[in-house]
């Protein structure tokens, strides 16, 4: 039985608009962004510092890992950033590109997965994908992303592998499960030339038709530039 659920994804992330007194200033609501967060002090995929002065979020500022905020932008600082309101954070996993050099394709679990966005960002491939679940999960799901070094060296060539391991769906007509959506970044500095144009292409494993899952499996690509 199919139940559409989407969790930790962008529509957890509602913005409330905050009451805000004649007297304060706001350079911009609502800012959206993908960054590193070093305790306290976040270095966008833009390349800008924002620096949590006021924290509303749920997370904690005092740690270091990849983001994505929501927040108000309050004031220039001096450090040639800017001081900001945190409204909301999201962690986002980060994982190394594995090589088909190092490990065998033939030997990871495919199961179903869907890339609906995918950008460079931050020195990473971002990636944003929906798989199934459990209702509740039975196991954690494990993502990876294999390049393949084959004779084409001109081309990125990744595949995305999933391993939902004991959560995966055995029969999609009668188990109760949800759809899932998230982000991983995965660090794509050491593969590509900053300023040059790098061919990409990006494949993984989705339904042939995804309104009724319906277990035919086929293999989807995505073609594009890093830049």
């Not at 800017?82 to 199961?111: C, F, G, H, Q, W």
């Not at 499960?177 to 970044?185: D, G, I, K, L, P």
């Amino acid at each position: 039985m199919k139940k559409i659920l989407s969790f930790l994804s962008m529509a957890a992330l509602i913005v409330t608009a905050a009451s805000c007194s004649e007297k304060d200033t706001v350079i911009a609501y609502g800012d959206a962004e993908f960054g590193m967060l070093d305790n306290g002090i976040i270095l966008t995929d833009s390349g800008v510092n924002f620096t949590v002065v006021e924290n509303q979020s749920s997370m904690r500022t005092d740690t270091t890992c990849r983001v994505y905020i929501v927040c108000d932008v309050l004031s220039v600082n001096s450090s040639d950033g800017y001081d900001i309101r945190l409204t909301n954070a999201l962690p986002i996993m980060t994982k190394e590109i594995l090589s088909s050099t190092e490990v065998s394709v033939d030997t990871l679990t495919d199961d179903p997965i869907r890339v609906w966005s995918a950008w460079y960002g931050g020195g990473y491939l971002n990636l944003g994908i929906t798989f199934l679940a459990h209702n509740p999960a039975k196991d954690k799901h494990a993502i990876n992303v294999v390049r393949d070094t084959g004779e084409d060296s001109q081309t990125l060539k990744l595949r995305v592998f999933h391993d939902a391991g004991k959560d995966a769906i055995e029969n999609y007509a009668s188990e109760d499960y949800v759809s899932a959506s998230t982000y991983v970044s995965f660090n794509l500095a050491p593969l590509v030339t900053p300023g040059g144009a790098t061919p990409v292409t990006i494949e993984w494993n989705w339904f042939l038709d995804p309104e009724s899952f319906d277990g035919v499996r086929y293999v989807y690509s995505m073609e594009g530039s890093i830049l």
